[in-house]
């Protein structure tokens, strides 16, 4: 599989665009070198005059154009999207990326042809940032240049990690969905700041400004959850008056059953397409 210099994108949404900034960014792609199938005219004019890349209504038109095809659409949508491509896919030619939710690697192979190299990723929100963390798994006939090719393309937007498919449901749980738990825990420490008195614009600045510090202090030191909370918890302290709080209310055991019931559900919607 030859390094692609092209990418066909099918599919014109917010996880595309947050691309799209990065492969530009990062000069992994030129703006020309970059074709967005759209069915809506007004986003396929949006993308084109803030980005300058090509665009089409004809997903057909992006698979004939180009050997390296990401799939942006929604779950409920791929179905319709690949048995429209699946007689124009060669598979000595393409390589079929895919960023949608719950759609197992099987589904692809069932409808498009024979051998078809097909990777899939679960990238997170914080994309739209550059800061995303994005999940990779291979299919049957992708090979480990393939994989290459699809962390270079992500590292775009975040960061990468190559993980079993048969962990998928388990990534989208957690980081899938994750900035969600995160903007909630936010919103309740900020929430608690106002109840201690605080005017609500400075809880804020205070809420953000500690779960930034706290993620980049253990990413830069390498210390694990426990090491910081200990850091921080002395001898009959407020901190640990307020960890005792956490524990009797079950805090842990909250976020713990949150993720799992979030998994259960991610492989509930993954069977709809197997």
């Known amino acids: 599989m030859k390094n692609f210099k092209k990418i066909g994108i099918i599919g014109g949404g917010q996880m595309a665009e947050a691309l799209i900034k990065g492969f530009l960014k990062k000069k992994i792609f030129k703006a020309e070198d970059i074709l967005v199938s759209e069915p809506v005219k007004e986003r396929r004019e949006y ?17 004939e154009k180009m050997g390296l095809i990401l799939l942006a659409v929604k779950p409920q949508v791929m179905k319709k999207v690949l048995e429209e491509i699946s007689s124009y896919i060669n598979p000595e030619r393409h390589l079929i990326l895919t960023i949608a939710a719950g759609v197992p690697i099987k589904f692809y192979e069932k409808i498009l042809p024979p051998k ?7 990238p997170n929100t ?10 990779i798994s291979k299919g049957s006939f ?34 899938g969905s994750g900035p969600a738990y995160v903007s909630l825990f936010i919103e309740a420490l900020v929430d608690g700041g106002v109840r201690a008195g605080l005017p609500r614009v400075i809880a804020e600045k205070l809420a953000l400004q500690t779960v930034f510090g706290t993620v980049k202090l253990m990413l830069e030191t390498g210390k694990n959850p426990y090491e910081v909370k200990s850091m921080v918890t002395s001898p009959g302290g407020t901190t640990i008056t307020a960890m005792q709080e956490f524990y009797e209310k079950g805090f842990p055991g909250i976020i713990i059953s949150a993720v799992y019931k979030a998994f259960l559900r991610s492989k509930e919607l993954s069977g709809v397409f197997s």
């Not at 078809?116 to 679960?122: E, H, P």
């Not at 940032?129 to 999940?135: C, Y």
């Open 47 to 63: 993308l084109k005059n803030s980005y300058n890349v090509n665009t089409t209504k004809s997903n057909v038109e992006a698979v």
């Open 116 to 122: 078809t190299k097909i990777i899939r990723i679960m």
């Open 126 to 135: 914080c994309a739209l940032v550059h800061q995303a963390i994005s999940g």
């Open 142 to 175: 992708a090979t480990e240049k393939d994989l290459k090719i699809a962390e270079s393309i992500f590292s775009a937007i975040g960061e990468t990690m190559l993980v079993d498919e048969t962990l998928m449901d388990a990534v989208t749980a957690l980081s």
